[in-house]
Nanobody, 123 residues
Framework: QAQLVESGGGSVQAGGSLRLSCTAS??????KGWFRQVPGKEREGVAR???????YYADSVKGRFTISRDNAKHAVYLQMNNLKPEDSATYYC???????????????????WGRGTQVTVSS
């Protein structure tokens, strides 16, 4: 089972940008996505992408975040622009054995997870 490792988190001011990366040492699933979670709240789906590049986004990040992937490197990325304080969270990379489907992005559909990387946006 491939291990997913996130990187790229950090602290930025509102309006700034960060790029998260998630790498794996081997094949690590078909649909790949990003989730985020703040203490005391449920994990929230942010974006997901199929091997062919079809992507889905949460309404809260549309137009600001872009998900991409490099299938040869088993990697997925999340470019986050115009960050807001409410984007502050621990961001997790996840992978599914199946193709991405329309509808809510549910954590139960993703059996493979990274350990997370912290993103903090100050006002």
């Amino acid at each position: 089972q491939a291990q997913l490792v996130e990187s790229g988190g950090g602290s930025v001011q509102a309006g700034g940008s960060l790029r998260l990366s998630c790498t794996a040492s081997e094949y690590s699933g078909i649909c790949k996505g990003w989730f985020r979670q703040v203490p005391g709240k449920e994990r929230e789906g942010v974006a997901r992408i199929d091997p062919g590049g079809k992507a889905y986004y949460a309404d809260s990040v549309k137009g600001r975040f872009t998900i991409s992937r490099d299938n040869a490197k088993h990697a997925v990325y999340l470019q986050m622009n115009n960050l807001k304080p409410e984007d502050s969270a621990t961001y997790y990379c996840a992978a599914s054995r199946y193709i991405c489907v329309a509808g809510p992005q549910r954590s139960v559909d993703f059996p493979f997870w990274g350990r997370g990387t912290q993103v903090t946006v100050s006002s």
